[in-house]
């Protein structure tokens, strides 16, 4: 009985979010143009369930680059109407719209002659009656076995919130660069600003002689804690790099080794990356490579040394 009631709601829902494609008419498109053109910001205000939906929808505009604001309809009449400016255009959200916080809301940002986008499953309501642009979300029935609770209708409201979101973002021509510049703490923002300067930094910067003996290698890859060192000449110049891995492959070949030096061990023109470059960038140079480390260079000079464990800590693997 779970899985058929569960299987149940599904099917209804999906059902529901398709036949919202015959809602895609002029209105919208005209509700769209509305809040694209508009100097000010979208308010987007509801009661109830409705209200929970229209902050959701308020998020999803904020992060992809339309200013909007949540008022709740029954804070405005008390209030929070002052919140709404000349040029803003509010979105009214209402299963019904006919709820009576609506009917008095309506009114009252109509005698501010903001335009008003009303989103409702009813075409004959107060709301649809009284907006400037209608975003129909009309149900056959809830989703639950008494069709009482909002399931269905909080289904389609979010969608077309979606819609509504998804279309502004296309006008603007909002781009993966945007995007980063809101989300700045998640994994796309960091591919899109997060630099190899600004984990090489976090580094010790291992580096040894092209003379160094293998005792003094050992010591100072084991102090700085990267797993490699680079080999520079007297002059600063890089000739090459030693990893662990160089370490153990000589192990197994030579017999002998206390005698070996550091160039006799490096492995010659290490792959490096530039210190402006972007850490995705660091990640997909090790990844096509198979290689823990990189050098970084800055003008083609030694800098550093960043680690896969740097990019992982930070969330690009």
């Known amino acids: 009985m779970i899985k058929e009631i569960a299987i149940k709601t599904i099917e209804i829902e999906a059902a529901a979010i398709q036949n919202l494609t015959n809602s895609i008419n002029e209105d ?6 509305c809040i694209f053109e508009s100097k000010g910001r979208l308010i987007v205000t509801g009661i109830g369930k409705s209200a929970i939906i229209g902050q959701k929808i308020v998020a999803t505009l904020n992060s992809t680059g339309t200013p909007s604001i949540f008022m709740h309809a029954a804070d405005a009449i008390h209030g929070d109407l002052g ?11 209402s299963k019904s719209g006919e709820t009576s916080e609506v009917k008095v809301l309506i009114p009252l940002i109509k005698n501010l002659k903001n335009r008003i ?5 009813n075409d004959q309501s107060y709301l649809a009656q009284q907006a400037d642009f209608t975003l129909l979300t009309p149900i056959e029935q809830e989703a639950d076995p008494n069709n009482l609770a909002p399931t269905t209708s ?11 979101a998804t279309s502004l973002l296309a006008l603007k021509g909002f781009t993966p660069k945007d995007f980063a510049k809101f989300h700045p703490g998640g994994t796309l923002g960091k591919q899109m600003y997060l ?20 005792r003094e290698i050992i010591m100072e890859m084991t102090s700085k804690r990267l797993g490699a060192t680079a080999v520079l000449d007297k002059k600063n ?9 160089d370490l153990r492959r000589m192990l197994t070949q030579k017999k002998e080794v206390a005698h070996l030096l550091a160039k006799d061990i490096m492995t010659q023109k290490p792959k490096t990356i530039e210190t402006d470059e972007l850490a995705v960038n660091a990640l997909e140079l090790m990844r096509s490579n198979s290689i823990s480390q990189l050098i970084v260079t800055k003008n083609k000079q030694y800098l550093g040394m960043i680690h896969l464990h740097d990019l992982i800590r930070e969330g690009l693997v």
Not at 28 to 33: K, L, S
Not at 154 to 164: H, K, P, R, S, Y
Not at 195 to 214: A, F, G, M
Not at 237 to 245: A, E, P, R, S, V
């Open 237 to 245: 110049q890089l000739h090459g790099m030693i990893t662990d891995g």
């Open 154 to 164: 909080t289904t389609a409201q979010i969608v077309m919130g979606d819609a509504l």
């Open 195 to 214: 630099r190899v300067n600004d984990l090489v930094i976090k580094n010790e910067v291992p580096t040894v002689l092209l003379n160094t003996s293998l």
């Open 83 to 93: 919140m709404i400016q000349p040029s803003d255009v509010v979105l009214c959200i």
């Open 117 to 121: 986008v009303g989103m409702v499953a």
């Open 28 to 33: 919208f498109v005209n509700a769209v143009t």
